[in-house]
């Protein structure tokens, strides 16, 4: 039972242009929000985060936006950099308890320069 | 900055031997978590612990089992290995109460491999 979903396992995306991730969640008790950078051989290192009480969270180059109603979620990269280049994992969590967090199967990304 | 330590980072066991796989947390990290991500898989949730209780627990096999000691590292042990338990094992730590939900801290991973 998938609750989060990453449908695209690959996105290739010239140097300058736009990325976008997208992502698709099940769990309506989700209120948590996050994208996970991984590149080979290191774990996931966080990246940028939203809450469900808001529908857009930017940092940079990185613009996370929300859909509640269409329980979805995409990642914009502007401008895409080679260095972006790496395996994108969409997650959410419950803010209550102790937090686990569930991971999609992850989209991975090469940004040609 | 110290991150998160996991070792070994690779292991290779025989079918039906044990594994045991360590991880060390970030100092005043309160929470560990513990990950299995199979081949072209998402990382599955196993296990957590909160101030060395067990917290949570996803789908961990009754094969493995695990536990935080009084220095907050933590131990996956794993019985009865399976071919289908080659993966890559993430632990991560927070600390709890003063994060957003969700912001991990991730090792590099321990790279089981079953033969």
């Known amino acids: 039972d998938q609750q989060v979903k990453q449908n695209s396992p690959s996105l290739s995306v010239q140097e300058g242009r736009i990325s976008i991730l997208n992502c698709d969640y099940t769990n309506s008790m989700f209120d948590y929000f996050l994208w996970y950078k991984k590149y080979p051989a290191e774990g996931p290192t966080f990246l940028i985060s939203i809450s469900s009480i808001k529908d857009k969270n930017e940092d940079g180059r990185f613009t996370v936006f929300l859909n509640k109603s269409a329980k979805h979620l995409s990642l914009h990269i502007v401008p895409s950099q080679p260095g972006d280049s790496a395996v994108y994992f969409c997650a959410a969590s419950e803010s209550g308890g102790y937090q686990k967090v569930t991971f999609g199967i992850g989209t991975k990304l090469q940004v040609i320069p | 900055a110290a991150g998160v330590i996991q070792s070994p980072r690779h292991l290779i066991k025989e079918k039906r031997e044990t594994a045991t796989l360590k991880c060390y947390p970030i100092p005043r990290h309160d929470t560990v978590y513990w990950y299995q991500q199979g081949p072209g898989q998402d990382p599955q949730f196993l296990i957590s612990?909160?101030?060395?209780?067990?917290?949570d627990k996803g789908s961990i096999p009754d094969r493995f089992s695990a536990q935080q000691f009084s220095d907050y590292h933590s131990e996956l042990n794993m019985s009865s290995l399976e071919l289908g338990d080659s993966a890559l094992y993430f632990c991560?730590?927070?600390?709890?109460?003063?994060?957003?939900?969700?912001?991990?801290?991730f090792g590099e991973g321990s790279r089981l491999t079953v033969l």
């Open positions: 991560a730590s927070s600390r709890l109460r003063d994060r957003e939900a969700g912001e991990l801290f």
């Open positions: 612990f909160y101030e060395k209780m067990q917290s």
